[in-house]
């Protein structure tokens, strides 16, 4: 009895219970005794499994909280004092430009980006901008160096610590086009670009289940948690997992987004993809077009989420156009990406902002000009510095 009630099949437990009333005098009430008991010992399990995906969830940050503070220390420990003659150079080349150094010291990393930290002030009343500060070590070094994002402008009278780093190869440009669904005063879409100190370019995408104030609340926390994450120098990956952890902790049942990244590396060109449940992505390079899918399952589903990932080598003039899944769905159906390919290479303008808005509205073409989810087109363009 009980392991057909566990079935759930509607016609086995009608016969079952007909059986049983052959064999009992008060089957009736025996059934409804082993229902409801089945049903708290089946509330019970759901129960106890969701414990365990909490308890997981937070050992698996606690677990990423202490790489990530292992990998701190591990920074402080690679600020060394610049060695004399280097130290003399810097302070050489820049006393002509009116800058006093004081202390000079380098990080050099394991994958080879340098890092400079300079004590100075200026003199004399004098203020000399911090890209030309970065212009005379870039000479010294024999690499182009740069200041970090979020540094002061200029050189004053006051000694601080500026922070320069080895620039980077190529610069990104970003552009969006956006629908929100018929109907509906808010979009469900949410995404987030952004550069980080260590030359990467981080992109997300995030798409909340369903429309209007709810998805675009799910999908904002999760672009609002990666941001935080990869801002606190996490891997992609390891971000994504701590962003599910977080919705499956939160426990919202029927609540989940997908979760699309790309993350580029500006030195290097390298762009690593990550996905869970997100619509396809596809890269643009002159007269080709590349689809990269995804089959995994949205953030916030189960504890144990496995993403879709990839890579690619991006080079002068590639594009990276993300989307959601509302502009795929109003393709003609089971040919979604070969019509967005054909969409991708026939939309010549080579501005960002104007190609994603071309490829939105020629998708519209395909729905009647009409938005029957929420649409957004992310387009990424990488160029040469």
């Not at 025996?30 to 229902?35: I, S, Y």
């Amino acid at each position: 009895m009980v392991r057909t009630l566990e079935e759930g099949d509607e016609e086995k437990i009608r016969v079952l219970r007909g059986e049983w009333m052959g064999a009992c005098s008060r089957s009736a009430q025996f059934f409804d005794v082993v229902n409801e008991d089945f049903r708290e010992e089946r509330q019970n399990l759901v129960w106890d499994n969701r414990m365990i995906e909490s308890r997981l969830a937070v050992a698996q940050q606690l677990s990423e909280v202490a790489r990530i503070m292992e990998n701190v220390a591990e920074d402080l420990y690679d600020i060394t004092c610049a060695d004399p003659q280097f130290r003399e150079d810097v302070k050489k080349a820049l006393r002509k430009k009116h800058v006093i150094v004081k202390n000079v010291w380098v990080m050099d990393k394991v994958e080879g980006k340098r890092r400079i930290f300079l004590n100075m002030r200026s003199r004399s009343g004098q203020c000399v901008s911090m890209s030309e500060a970065a212009q005379i070590l870039s000479g010294i070094c024999g690499t182009p160096m740069a200041p970090v994002t979020g540094s002061r402008s200029i050189v004053n009278g006051d000694f601080h610590t500026a922070h320069f780093a080895e620039d980077v190869s190529y610069q990104v440009m970003y552009g969006v086009a956006r629908l929100t669904k018929e109907q509906e005063k808010v979009s469900g879409d949410n995404y987030i670009c952004r550069q980080e100190e260590d030359g990467r370019f981080f992109i997300c995408l995030s798409d909340g289940m369903g429309s209007g104030m709810d998805a675009f609340k799910e999908s904002e926390i999760v672009v609002e948690l990666l941001e935080q994450f990869m801002e606190s120098g996490l891997s992609q990956e390891t971000a994504a997992r701590m962003v599910n952890s977080a919705l499956v902790l939160k426990g919202r049942d029927g609540m989940f987004s997908t979760v699309d990244i790309c993350a580029v590396d500006l030195y290097t060109g390298i762009c690593n993809f990550l996905k869970a449940g997100a619509s396809s992505t596809f890269i643009k390079r002159d007269h080709w077009v590349e689809s990269i899918a995804s089959e995994s399952l949205a953030a916030g589903l189960v504890q144990q989420l496995d993403f879709d990932t990839a890579s690619r080598k991006l080079y002068h003039g590639d594009y990276v156009i993300m989307m959601t899944d509302g502009v795929l769905d109003a393709l003609p159906t089971d040919r979604e990406e070969e019509t967005m390919k054909e969409i991708i290479l026939d939309v010549h303008e080579e501005e960002p902002r104007e190609l994603s808005r071309g490829i939105l509205e020629r998708v519209l073409g395909y729905s009647d000009y009409r938005a029957r989810d929420d649409m957004t087109v992310l387009v990424a363009g990488m160029w040469k510095k």
